[in-house]
T-cell receptor, first 116, second 114 residues
């Protein structure tokens, strides 16, 4: 599609439960990024993909967070055993690989995770 | 020291004035810079990208980059109440290619008053 589509918009989980978020990038975009926004404007990079391959996972808390981008499926971000501090808005963004406008990220509407 | 620093504001300007938003960065490997606008409760929206020193204009927006001073700015001319939002500055290593992450500042809140 022409927009980054994220689902669900809101997700509420009890501490210790699993949370799974989904993202469909803009059609034709090769790169997908996940960011976590806490405390209003603190944007934390989590992971990026080039098609189905992990490109950069330096921001991922490896113990409980995992992500995948599989062919012909939305990308996903999964948090096992959620903690209170995981409460945040999780943004997915995509970018194209061409030389025109390199690096420009286009964001989805975000998924708000609340851990109780 | 954060990689990308912005004054959190709020920056208040009267309608019709020029709003000047500033950003400094610490990573000398940064080559690409971006300004995003984020309304409360919404996703960031790309306003401008700039890759070389100097000014780049797009409508009422002008981005300025000075790599020697590690400084990026965004000017908004004829500010409108609809410009009231948080403006995020972001840097990125490299110019070409699509995979390098953006590093964001914490944003400057702009309020345009009637």
């Amino acid at each position: 599609g022409e927009e980054v589509a994220q689902t669900p918009k809101h997700l509420v989980r009890g501490e210790g439960q699993k949370a799974k978020l989904y993202c469909a990038p803009i059609k034709g975009h090769s790169y997908v990024f996940w960011y976590q926004q806490v405390l209003k404007n603190e944007f934390k990079f989590l992971i990026s993909f080039q098609n189905e391959n992990v490109f950069d996972e330096t921001g991922m808390p490896k113990e409980r967070f995992s992500a995948k981008c599989l062919p012909n499926s939305p990308c996903s971000l999964e948090i096992q055993a959620t903690k209170l501090e995981d409460s945040a808005v999780y943004f997915c963004a995509s970018s194209q690989s061409g030389l025109a406008r390199p690096g420009e990220l286009f964001f989805g509407e975000g998924s708000r995770l609340t851990v109780l | 020291q954060k990689e990308v620093e912005q004054n959190s504001g709020p920056l208040s300007v009267p309608e019709g004035a020029i709003a000047s938003l500033n950003c400094t960065y610490s990573d000398r490997g940064s080559q690409s810079f971006f300004w995003y606008r984020q309304y409360s409760g919404k996703s960031p929206e790309l306003i401008m990208s700039i890759y070389s020193n100097g000014d780049k204009e797009d409508g009422r927006f002008t981005a300025q980059l000075n790599k020697a001073s590690q400084y990026v700015s965004l000017l908004i001319r004829d500010s409108q109440p609809s410009d009231s939002a948080t403006y995020l500055c972001a840097s990125r290593r490299g110019i070409t290619g699509g995979g390098n992450k953006l590093t964001f500042g914490t944003g400057t809140q702009l309020k345009v008053e009637l």
